[in-house]
């Protein structure tokens, strides 16, 4: 008779919990937006990330959703941009996820304002400003010199959370940091062609970069911020003579458009709709190539302006 091998059930058990764990030991990820998701891919690829909100969507407007407080609650590391971007709905979504290790100040919740300095930072907000940000300008993830600190914050947190991938988050960080400096290389030469530029905007969506290449913005579409923009708000940037000098009218594929067109029509200055963050398609699906793809959307402008 043959011996059949036998193994006791918690040793069957155990292969099967082995089994079932995928390289990373199966890390969860949730994160706030698409851009913060992006560094964590980077970093750790075969973990497991939930993204709440999408390019097309307005990170500060979202439902705190029962599939996102599900996605918060089993997961190890929320990575959010803080700065009261997602004031309306994070809040709600910590507290009924009740995930202990995600919470303000615990390990769990990484805020990606508060690794950098915010440049327009207010000390004092009322409602009669709109929409305002009193941390200061959240939308950091365009900014050439802040995301590296970010995501070398964001590689300490990781570590901490495992340690037996340190050195693999490591070497994955040494790669992008190469590439990166890399594409800040181009961009800066692409500054100096569009140093002193000017573009109208439609909140501080993509302010970081525009001001690190030297693009001023001395119109805004939103008579205040997070206001849309209003009939008479549109007519008074019609009438100013800051108009004539912008090359092209920016705003984010998130927002609506009616106003850009509006003013588009009215002045003939171009149209430029871009994500706003990284999207799920190949050229824009990290943030250096995002913003290789607003810079070359800008140089494209300033050639059309200087060429007609
Ligand atoms: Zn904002």
Redesign the pocket.
Known sequence: MAIKPRLPGYALGLILCLLALPAQAGLRVFACEPEWAALARALVPEADITTATSYLQDP?YIEARPSLIAAMSRADIALCTGAS?EGGWLPTLLQRAANPVIQPGREGLFLAAEQVELHSAHDHVDRSMGDV?PEGN??VHLAPDRVPVIMAALVQRLQALQPASAAAIQTRYVRWRVRWNNLRSQWQAAASQLEGRSVVVQ??SFAYLLRWLGIAMPLDLEPK?GLPPSAGHLNTLLGSPELERVSAILIASHQGNRGAQWLSEQSGKPVLTLPGTVTGEPGTDTLGDLISRIVSALLETAGDQSGG
């Open positions: 500060h971007l940000h959240p939308h909140h501080a911020p």
